[in-house]
């Protein structure tokens, strides 16, 4: 299989090429509005974990859990940025 690596895991990057990180029955589709994206990203974090633990190479699995921590981040300040639109939009 194109992408695999002699021990016979892909790279994180391939993995994600393949659909690993595709599924449809996320909550995050069931919302509307602002929030989704913030829950989107919060799923993507978690596919990642998910993703990681079944990686048999250790730099394999930081590289997702390094992932992971980026989508969370990207949730806090999607957060952020929607609850400071929030107040502007009140005042």
């Known amino acids: ?25 996320w909550e995050a589709q069931r919302l509307e509005g602002p929030m989704r994206r913030v829950e989107e990203y919060r799923q993507f974090a978690e596919d990642c974990r998910q993703l990681a633990r ?24 999607r957060e952020a940025q929607l609850a400071k639109d929030k107040r502007s939009d009140a005042a």
């Open 54 to 77: 079944t990686l048999r190479k250790p730099e394999h699995r930081q590289q997702l859990q390094e992932m992971a921590t980026a989508w969370e981040m990207l949730a806090l300040e």
């Open 1 to 25: 299989m194109a992408g695999q690596l002699t021990d016979g895991c892909l790279t994180p990057l391939d993995s994600l090429k393949v659909g690993f990180l595709t599924s449809t029955s």
